[in-house]
C-alpha cells in the first residue's frame, strides 16, 4: 500500500511539475566543469521530458560572462552539443529549459536574460 501512495504521489509530482520550465545551477568554491551534470540536463529538455521549447546558458569565463541560447530542444541542440563536449571550468553557472505556456517557442522568449545595468 505504501508502495501505491509512493508511485501516486510521483505521478501528481510529474504532473504538476512538467508545467513549468526547469532551471539547473552550479555555483562552487574552484572553478569545476559542468559537462556532466549539463549532459544529464540537456536529455531533459525534449528526450526524457516535455521541455522541448527552447534552452539557455550563461558562466562566466573568468570575468567574462558567456551566454548561449537556442529556440530548439536541448536534447537536439548542436550549440548545447558542443557545450556538454567542451571543458569550460566556471564558478557559477545557470541553465534553462524551456516549456512554453506563454509566448511562441523562438528566440526572445528563451533564458537566462541579459541585461545591462
Known amino acids: 500500500m505504501f508502495n501505491s501512495f509512493l508511485v501516486l504521489l510521483h505521478l501528481l509530482i510529474a504532473q504538476t511539475c512538467t508545467a513549468m520550465c526547469q532551471i539547473f545551477g552550479m555555483n562552487a568554491r574552484?572553478?569545476?566543469?559542468?559537462q556532466f551534470s549539463f549532459k544529464g540536463f540537456t536529455q531533459r529538455g525534449g528526450l526524457t521530458d516535455v521541455h522541448?521549447?527552447?534552452?539557455?546558458?550563461?558562466c562566466y569565463k573568468g570575468r567574462g560572462l558567456m551566454c548561449f541560447?537556442?529556440?530548439?530542444?536541448?536534447?537536439?541542440?548542436?550549440?548545447?552539443?558542443?557545450?556538454?563536449?567542451?571543458p569550460i571550468k566556471t564558478h557559477n553557472i545557470i541553465a534553462h529549459i524551456r516549456y512554453a505556456t506563454v509566448g511562441e517557442g523562438t528566440l526572445e522568449n528563451v533564458h537566462p536574460f541579459t541585461r545591462e545595468l
Open 30 to 34: 574552484t572553478p569545476t566543469d559542468f
Open 52 to 58: 522541448a521549447d527552447g534552452w539557455g546558458l550563461a
Open 69 to 86: 541560447h537556442d529556440p530548439t530542444p536541448s536534447c537536439t541542440s548542436p550549440i548545447a552539443t558542443m557545450l556538454c563536449d567542451l
